[in-house]
C-alpha cells in the first residue's frame, strides 16, 4: 500500500513563507510525476505546480515566479517552497504521485491534504 503524507502548512501572514513536504512510503518500484494541487472550499481542485521525474516543471500562472517545486528522488519526497504568498493562496494544499508500485502495474495517490492559511 502507497501512501502520501503531506507536511509543512499553518498560518502566515501576507508576504511570507512556508514549505510543503510530501513522502510517499510503501512498497513502490519507482515515482514517476509528483505534484501539488489546492483547494478552496466549494471550488474544484486545480494544479498548482508538478514536477517529473527528471526534473522538468510545469507551474499554474497564479504561482509563477512565487512558488518553486523540486523532490528528492533518493527520499521518494516532494518539497513546494511558497514564497511571497498571498491571502488568494489559502487553501487546502493536495499532494499527488504518479506511482509505478510494479512493473506491470502503476497507479496515481493521493495524499489527505495540509491546510494553508494565509492572513493578518
Known amino acids: 500500500q502507497v501512501q502520501l503524507v503531506e507536511s509543512g502548512g499553518g498560518l502566515v501572514q501576507p508576504g511570507g513563507s512556508l514549505r510543503l513536504s510530501c513522502v510517499a512510503s510503501?512498497?513502490?518500484?519507482?515515482?514517476?510525476?509528483m505534484g501539488w494541487y489546492r483547494q478552496d472550499p466549494g471550488k474544484q481542485r486545480e494544479l498548482v505546480a508538478s514536477?517529473?521525474?527528471?526534473?522538468?516543471?510545469f507551474y499554474a500562472d497564479s504561482v509563477k515566479g512565487r512558488f518553486t517545486i523540486s523532490r528528492d528522488n533518493a527520499k521518494n519526497t516532494v518539497y513546494l517552497q511558497m514564497n511571497m504568498l498571498k491571502p488568494e493562496d489559502t487553501a487546502v494544499y493536495y499532494c499527488n504521485a504518479a506511482v509505478v508500485v510494479t512493473p506491470q502495474y502503476d497507479s496515481n495517490y493521493w495524499g489527505k491534504g495540509t491546510l494553508v492559511t494565509v492572513s493578518s
Open positions: 510503501g512498497r513502490l518500484f519507482s515515482i514517476n510525476t
Open positions: 514536477i517529473t521525474r527528471g526534473g522538468s516543471t
